[in-house]
T-cell receptor
């Protein structure tokens, strides 16, 4: 079975500061890992994904995440926050190469302070 | 190319009524999934369809049903609506059956049950 835990339902950072959103997963088989972003009144958009290969994954809008198997983590980072980054972020897991559902975390709302 | 389109965008129903939500996937995408997103939570998997066959079902009661048509569009039906069914219903499409590819989400249908 798979599950996702996102630490912190709300995170506030100042504009220009480092963004760090934490995600830990549980999976009985090798996982695929995803980060999605949801802007108000919109659907979800894929930020980045880890499937195989390099454990440091770069995504859109300057975000990146590192898959750490030993820590079962997939934290999302961005060196310098921008006001436009204010949104809800969801970490998600799915078993590798399977015809299966994606399990989402409860989400972290990112607030950017001017 | 058009993205995933859903209709209606908003609707209000009363308890006990039935609702049908519609989804058109991205052209060329054969897999459609439905998710329920309750306010303040992450999306919860309801169904996945591929080539008109149900490929997965989440932990939802039998009041929830879906189908996929030959043109790969899909409908989600919910009978005997309860207050707790109030949520944003998201449809997502993917080109293939397995989960390597990106899930593309529509903007959702927001259902309010009074």
């Amino acid at each position: 079975a798979q599950s996702v835990t996102q630490l912190g339902s709300h995170v506030s950072v100042s504009e220009g500061a480092l963004v760090l959103l934490r995600c830990n997963y549980s999976s009985s088989v090798p996982p695929y890992l995803f980060w999605y972003v949801q802007y108000p009144n919109q659907g979800l958009q894929l930020l980045l994904k880890y499937t195989t290969g390099a454990t440091l994954v770069k995504g859109i809008n300057g975000f990146e995440a590192e898959f750490k198997k030993s820590e079962t983590s997939f934290h999302l980072t961005k060196p310098s926050a921008h006001m436009s980054d204010a949104a809800e972020y969801f970490c998600a897991v799915s078993p590798m190469n399977r015809d299966d559902k994606i399990i989402f975390g409860k989400g972290t709302r990112l607030h950017i302070l001017p | 190319d058009a993205g995933v389109t859903q209709s209606p965008t908003h609707l209000i129903k009363t308890r006990g009524q039935q609702v049908t939500l519609r989804c058109s996937p991205i052209s060329g995408h054969k897999s459609v999934s439905w998710y329920q997103q309750v306010l303040g939570q992450g999306p919860q998997f309801i169904f996945q369809y591929y080539e008109k066959e149900e490929r997965g079902r989440g932990n939802f009661p039998d009041r929830f049903s879906a189908r996929q048509f030959p043109n790969y569009s899909s409908e989600l039906n919910v009978n005997a609506l309860l207050l707790g069914d109030s949520a944003l219903y998201l449809c997502a499409s993917r080109r293939d059956r397995v989960n390597t590819g990106e899930l593309f989400f529509g903007e959702g249908s927001r259902l309010t049950v009074l």
